[in-house]
């Protein structure tokens, strides 16, 4: 029996469309919500805890699947937003209008239902708020800005759990080309990445970062369960780091933050 894959992309394409508009009607509702938080603390009819904690539930309503439906900027904003929201106590005057540019920009890309180019994608990903430090805080060691490029959604977890426990902030993406713009306009003080990637695998990043005047200075680490002797690693720049998964693995990314 033959099959008629005109009607399958037919299908596959209505099915895309329909997760589209269910996701940008949740999203509209969620921000929607945050808006009359804001704006129910703003009249003094919520506490700061209170609302607080609506906009986290919010937040977390907002995770999606921005990537699946070809719009990840919206994945990179979210993961943002609750880490920002994970890390706020009380609220304020900086707090509302940082919420508010979180909201924003999620608007812009639900109203206008495309993905920003990768070079804006990645100046609205480096110019979303953070936390500003206390004065005790300012003092200390700034957290350091990682860009982390893991295809699996597991292991890049589990990495940026580590990571943000060495107080590190984290942007991730799921391919060395979605990471590209971000790394050339961002310049992260780290960037690590799987050895084995599709399209374009860790080593072969590494190795255009090292070639590029604007982004030879950021060091670079890959991460691998292969020997550091493998062939894969032949021409490999001298100066990026390879951390192999097992037992030293923590030991081994402490140590590359700390050379960073």
Known sequence: MATNFGN????????????????????????EEIENALEQYETTVSE?????????EQCRGLKSAGDEI???????IVER????????????A????????????LQDIVSSGIDPAPDDA????????KLRPTKAEAQAPRGKEVLLIMPSKTIGSIIERALNGHGCNVTRYSTAL?????????????????????????????????????TAHIPV???????????EFNNFPANVAIVQHGKNFNDDLARILEAS
Do not use: H, W
């Open 178 to 214: 979605e990471a590209m713009p971000f790394v050339a306009s961002a310049s992260p003080d780290l960037v690590i990445s799987a050895a084995v990637m599709d399209v374009m695998n860790g080593v072969g990043f590494a190795s255009a970062l090292a070639s590029m005047e604007t």
């Open 48 to 56: 700061a805890a209170e609302t607080l904690l609506s906009i986290r």
């Open 81 to 92: 937003f609750n880490a920002y929201l994970a890390e706020t106590e009380s609220m304020g």
């Open 122 to 129: 990645a100046g609205i990903i480096s110019g979303l708020p």
């Open 8 to 31: 399958l992309q037919t299908d596959g394409d209505r099915v895309l469309d329909m997760t589209r508009i269910e996701f940008f009607d949740e999203a509209r509702d969620c921000l």
């Open 70 to 76: 070809g719009l990840p900027t919206i994945t990179r």
């Open 221 to 231: 680490a890959v991460i691998t369960s292969l020997n550091k002797t493998s062939s």
């Open 94 to 105: 900086n707090t509302v209008r940082d919420i508010e540019i979180y909201c924003q920009r």
